[in-house]
């Protein structure tokens, strides 16, 4: 019933597939260096302006774990052209819009390709045949990480050409020539997950992760002991409660939460926070943090092109790590690469924060950067895919992905708070800024290496067999199986 297609070929599903994650990662960055040109056209302020990347930000993070969930329901492919078609559609109002009102409907429309990711991963699990699947999840994984990046380095070139409006245009080509070539490569999923979508758990998951995200990319600006924001984190604490309450009585669970509290799932979850923190913060910051004037006793005083070669090293370590995650696997399991990376970027946004008076420092210091986010990038997402059941995998990686996101904010809080208004951050805000990622990150560490060894003495998981439907469910937290990988 579920075929695959005559033209349909490992590769050409990861490259259709590709293709499409690249077009949408460069939305998370894009827009960033050009807000102040996007105000200044949009007759707003910068509190207005803001909005442009806090609307993107909740939208994607409510829709990846609820379309994740819908892909593990209704068809993977099926979902993920949803997605294609919504960023589409969201880059070519964004590109035509005449207020800031329109653009922030069309940058919530653009949110909802966040499911990609999730459900990218699980079609690469049944397209590939098992002792391949890690390489094309570590490839899917640097190809998002350079996505992201990408945008920051290509927005201040494009922007001089196209004008920021046009920027839109080429996440709009892009995910529409990927989405045909979905459309005309990739099969359906096979494997469908039983029951619908929980929705008193689906709305009270929305709601935490509103109630959450608002308070902290807004908190700057609206002044963090407001009544509002006070009030929404209290509203997040107490919803996030009732969710997991609900979460834990359902037979039909949104997230099954002895999914989320396994031993092989829980470490990558709390990892994927610090990604969250040290991808997106650094991609945000870096190029700012080097634009600096020299004037300020600190800066650089890097031009946008500057800024983006000072980059480059980190995205091209990046892209080789992430693809070699998969092959180094045989030697490296993945949960030691996890510790290994986390300790790398500890140790390189540390002597980002405590060594910046010198490019090469800093070129030094974003390469090795990369190849740590590279590698636990495409490690993390590699254990939490293949530690649970093939008709868990959108939601799974969804959630995965969304405690990314979380991560996201953390930096910004940081750096933001440290600056006056209509003034730069200081250099002490980007210093405790990336000072407290390399904190995170060697506590990161220290928590994989620890549930890694913990998972050796006991619990072990055995890798789901892919690319085909013959197999045996794995339940992520029993306790005779065994992964050697992870």
Do not use: C, K
Request: no cysteine; charged share 10%.
């Amino acid at each position: 019933m579920h075929s695959a297609m005559p033209s349909s070929t490992p590769m050409r599903t990861f490259a259709a597939l590709g293709l499409s994650v690249a077009s949408f990662s460069t939305l998370q960055s894009l827009i960033v260096p050009v807000l102040p040109a996007i105000q200044a056209d949009l007759h707003t302020g910068t509190a207005g302006v803001t909005w442009a990347m806090t609307a993107w930000l909740i939208s994607a993070a409510v829709a990846t774990p609820l379309l994740g969930r819908v892909g593990d329901l209704v068809g993977r492919r099926r979902t993920f052209l949803v997605t294609v078609a919504a960023v589409a559609l969201g880059s070519l109002i964004a590109a035509t819009a005449p207020t800031l009102g329109v653009l922030l409907i069309a940058r919530v429309i653009q949110g909802l390709g966040g499911a990609m990711f999730p459900l990218a991963f699980g079609l690469l699990r049944e397209a590939f045949p098992a002792r391949r699947v890690p390489s094309a999840i570590g490839g899917m994984s640097a190809i998002l990480a350079i996505g992201s990046g990408l945008g920051t380095v290509l927005a201040g070139p494009l922007v001089g050409v196209l004008g920021w409006r046009g920027l839109f245009l080429v996440p709009l080509v892009l995910t529409v020539a990927g989405g045909v070539l979905t459309a005309l490569t990739v099969p359906e999923s096979r494997e469908r997950s039983t029951g619908g979508i929980n929705v008193p758990a689906a709305l009270l998951l929305s709601g935490w992760l509103v109630a959450l995200l608002l308070p902290l990319s807004q908190g700057s600006s609206w002044s963090w002991t407001s009544p509002v924001i006070l009030g929404l984190l209290a509203l997040a604490v107490v919803l996030i409660a009732a969710w997991v309450v609900v979460e834990v009585r359902s037979r039909t669970p949104l997230v099954d939460m002895r999914m989320m509290r396994s031993p092989a799932i829980w470490p990558m979850n709390a990892a994927a926070v610090l990604m969250g923190a040290a991808m997106f913060g650094t991609f945000a910051f870096f190029p700012r943090f080097v634009q600096t004037p020299t004037s300020t006793g600190w800066g650089l005083g890097a031009t946008v092109g500057e800024s983006g070669l000072l980059m480059l090293p980190m995205l091209v370590t990046m892209g080789a790590a992430g693809f070699l995650s998969g092959p180094l696997a045989r030697l490296v399991p993945f949960r030691v690469q996890v510790t290994i990376a986390s300790a790398v970027i500890a140790a390189s946004t540390i002597a980002i924060a405590l060594f910046h008076s010198a490019a090469w420092q800093l070129l030094v210091e974003a390469g090795a950067f990369g190849l740590g986010l590279g590698v636990a990038y495409a490690a993390i997402t590699s254990v939490v895919v293949q530690a649970v059941r093939p008709t868990e995998t959108g939601v799974a990686s969804g959630m995965n992905a969304n405690l990314r996101t979380i991560g996201v904010t953390l930096m910004t809080v940081i750096v933001t708070g440290s600056a006056a208004p209509g003034r730069l951050p200081a250099e002490s805000g980007y210093t405790v800024g990336f000072l407290t990622v390399g904190i995170i990150g060697a506590g990161a560490a220290v928590v994989s290496l620890v549930a890694g060894l913990a998972l050796r003495r006991g619990t072990r998981l055995e890798p789901v067999p892919t690319g085909t439907l013959e197999t045996t469910a794995i339940t992520p937290f029993a306790e005779e199986q065994v992964v050697d990988a992870a």
